[in-house]
Structures are given as structure tokens and as C-alpha cells.
């Protein structure tokens, strides 16, 4: 096979792979922007905890340390970083009130948030969860 063959062959899997990553974060990216429309943001209070880069998942996608998240008692807000930020994804506020149904899992929380299950870190979804 000639070198001209090999770069060929490199350049339609690199675009090929590109292309499947796009697809996979942009039906990601909806899956937020659909839970996101529901809750638009809210400046946090004077005192909020805050901390960047935490891990959530919800439903079947897990998006690793893309949030920077501002607790404080009233509601978590998620800010998304620049990469889920270029498929449309903006911040959000949820209310507490709107986290139902609080069970530990390993390395967090899982709760119900309008029907759909988002797991995160346990300081922001359920603090008071020991």
C-alpha cells in the first residue's frame, strides 16, 4: 500500500470519527438544553458555594466535568463549559424544590428532576444526604 493510500485511508477515519463525536455531542447537548429550557438562570445569593468543573450525568449521557456549579439554599446553578457551550447549551437554575427523590449512589447523588434522573456530586444535588 502506498503512502498516498495510508493518508487517505488516516484522513476518511479521522473525518469519519469527527463526524460520529459531533453527532453524540449534539444529541447530549439537547438532552441538557431540554431540561435547561425549563429553568432559566438565576443570579446566585451572596455566600454560594461554588466549584468548577464537576461531574453530572443525565439520563443515559454523562458529562464529566462539564459544569461549573453555584449552590446556595435556594437553588444549584450550572454554568456549561466552552465545549457544551458551542452546541447551544446556556445556564440554568434549578430550584431545590424541584430535586425529588434523593438516593445515594457511589461518588454522588442521584435525583429526579422533572421526571429525568441527574446524578452529581452530593454537595450541591443533596447536602443534607449522609
Not at 61 to 81: I, K, L, Q, S, T
Not at 105 to 123: I, M, N, Q, S, Y
Request: hydrophobic share 50%; with cysteine; net charge positive.
Amino acid at each position: 500500500m502506498s503512502s498516498t493510500n495510508i493518508a487517505i485511508l488516516v484522513a476518511a477515519f479521522f473525518v469519519f470519527e469527527a463526524i460520529i463525536v459531533t453527532g453524540i455531542l449534539s444529541l447530549a447537548a439537547s438532552e441538557v438544553k431540554s431540561l435547561a429550557k425549563h429553568f432559566p438562570p438565576v443570579e446566585p445569593r451572596a455566600g454560594a458555594e461554588s466549584r468548577w468543573f464537576q461531574s453530572f450525568a443525565l439520563g443515559f449521557f454523562n458529562f464529566g466535568w462539564c459544569f461549573h456549579v453555584v449552590a446556595d439554599a435556594e437553588y444549584v446553578h450550572m454554568r456549561p463549559v466552552w465545549m457544551l457551550r458551542r452546541f447551544g447549551v446556556t445556564g440554568f437554575s434549578i430550584p431545590r424544590a424541584e430535586l425529588t427523590k434523593p438516593r445515594r449512589v457511589f461518588g454522588g447523588v442521584k435525583v429526579t428532576v422533572r421526571g429525568e434522573t441527574l446524578r452529581g456530586p452530593r454537595w450541591c444535588l443533596a447536602p443534607d444526604l449522609r
